[in-house]
């Protein structure tokens, strides 16, 4: 890394902001349909009560939901042409998963705008739009994750203590994201109860989320100590 070039710390709020303008929206969305006797009251990470897109779907949260989601498509694009340009900062070797990671990225942002615009209007199309929308969404975010970490792994004797630190939270955040991901994969398989199922696909997309966040979080983390070329470098 060129000391004549320094990587601004402040580059950390854009995958900060995309990280918490999600859970405002949904939680706020969720609280807002509460409110107003949209939506039933639980604690949906325990009861599994309601899915995300139920949470938000209707009634006056929708709107706060739309206009928080739509910027944070923006910023997840941003988040990952940011972390690009950091691992050749680096020195990370630009691979072809490298490559990948703002295109992948990039089209799960491009699969949350649809998924948001088609939330909440009814018939089959718009139906199909946000299963493909959400699905891609979640799938192509986690496996730039995955790269990500893959990536990074390698290299972590490199890191100075902080970068090496938020590696690890990084590392352990995404794991956890697949198994989960993974793990209840073939639940249909095992339960044959619907009800039974709405709540665990729901309880699982409540947790999916979460540790997305967490996972966005670590990254601004990453990109923050970058501020400081000699915690940031590989020797």
């Keep these: 890394m060129s000391r004549s070039s320094p990587w601004c710390p402040c580059t950390a709020y854009v995958p900060l902001l995309a990280a918490i303008l999600p859970v405002i929206a949904v939680h ?56 690009f340009n950091w691992l050749k900062r680096v020195g990370i070797p630009v691979t072809a998963a490298v490559k990948a990671l703002p295109f992948l990225g990039s089209a799960g942002a491009l699969c949350l705008i649809i998924y948001v615009a088609f939330l909440g209007v009814d ?73 039974f199922l709405d709540r665990i696909e729901s309880l699982v997309e409540w947790w999916f989320a979460l540790l997305m966040t967490c996972g966005f979080i670590a990254i601004a983390g990453l990109l923050h100590a970058a501020g400081d070329a000699r915690a940031a470098r590989l020797d």
């Design 28 to 83: 706020g969305a969720y609280l807002t349909n509460i409110h107003w006797g949209e939506a039933a009251a639980c604690i949906p990470y325990w009861d599994g009560c309601t899915s995300i897109s139920g949470a938000a779907r209707t009634g006056p949260g929708i709107v706060l939901f739309r206009v928080l989601m739509y910027p944070t498509a923006v910023l997840l694009i941003a988040t990952w042409v940011l972390v």
């Design 123 to 195: 018939g089959g199309l718009p139906g199909v739009m946000r299963r493909i929308g959400v699905n891609i969404y979640f799938g192509f975010t986690a496996l730039a994750l995955l790269l990500l970490v893959s990536a990074l792994w390698p290299h972590r004797a490199a890191f100075r203590p902080i970068p090496r630190r938020l590696l690890n939270g990084l590392t352990a955040t995404v794991s956890l994201l697949w198994a989960l991901g993974v793990g209840f994969s073939g639940k249909k398989l095992v339960i044959s109860n619907p009800l």
